[in-house]
């Protein structure tokens, strides 16, 4: 597909897309100047509708995404990548340069307890939950200060309601909590099979599925980065390492 788009003419649109497609005056030389700086001055995920709206007409989205996919190439190699997350486009620092990109922020970054990433775990998991599922898994009482910070951090959200007494909320994981992983979609999370078992909790006289769900999060997904230690604590929010995110680029 790439090469497709390099071989043709500044001024003819793209394979598969219609001439009509293309804005007045404009070429795929100068279409993706456009979305390369509009991703690299956005400091965030773009989603692909507000990038073809840049544009007038705006551009159809399945050439956007095919134009992207071509610059995700042109940066293949470097130092930054042009990477796809569940809130759209953005670039960001390579992995191997993270440490050196760390230091544009001395600040420490927040800390979270093992109790919160096992209650991540579980959300992410077994979605949507309510307070009671997240208590009946692990065997113990969820701390209000777990369900706040987690919130606070954007990572999770009530989306509704169980109809049933007292009508408890029920919690799932946000785009946030995606974009922070790098994913697209749930559906990337490691399957709970491929994860080491030596992560998970053993809590006595919990369902069955206890063996499974609260998984630590910190260890084999969120801090797969740099091999953090999981952070023992009870189930109240202590304070732990933060896993590491990708530098998005400003």
Do not use: C
Request: hydrophobic share 40%; net charge negative; proline share 10%.
């Amino acid at each position: 597909m790439t090469d497709d788009i390099d071989t043709i003419r500044p001024d003819e649109p793209p394979p598969g897309a219609d001439a009509n497609d293309m804005p007045e005056g404009g070429d795929v030389g100068e279409i993706k100047g456009v979305l390369e700086a509009a991703l690299l001055v956005a400091g965030e995920a773009v989603p692909v509708a507000q990038l073809a709206r840049l544009f007038d007409p705006p551009l159809p989205a399945d050439l956007v995404r095919r134009l992207l996919e071509d610059l995700k190439q042109d940066w293949s190699g470097r130092k930054v990548e042009l990477v796809q997350v569940a809130s759209g486009w953005r670039f960001q620092g390579r992995r191997e340069v993270q440490a050196f990109l760390d230091r544009l922020s001395p600040e420490r970054p927040p800390k979270y307890s093992r109790a919160a990433m096992e209650t991540l775990a579980i959300i992410a998991y077994q979605q949507p939950v309510t307070r009671g599922d997240i208590e009946s898994i692990r065997g113990v009482a969820v701390s209000t200060n777990v369900i706040k910070t987690l919130e606070d951090r954007q990572w999770i959200e009530a989306v509704g309601h169980r109809e049933t007494p007292g009508r408890p909320a029920l919690y799932a994981t946000t785009k946030t909590f995606l974009d922070d992983l790098g994913l697209t979609s749930l559906a990337e999370l490691p399957p709970l099979a491929e994860l080491d078992p030596s992560h998970l909790l053993e809590i006595p006289d919990a369902p069955t599925k206890a063996a499974e769900a609260p998984l630590a999060l910190a260890g084999p997904i969120l801090a797969a980065a740099d091999d953090a230690p999981v952070v023992a604590g009870a189930a109240e929010d202590r304070g732990g390492d933060a896993p590491p995110q990708a530098q998005v680029l400003h």
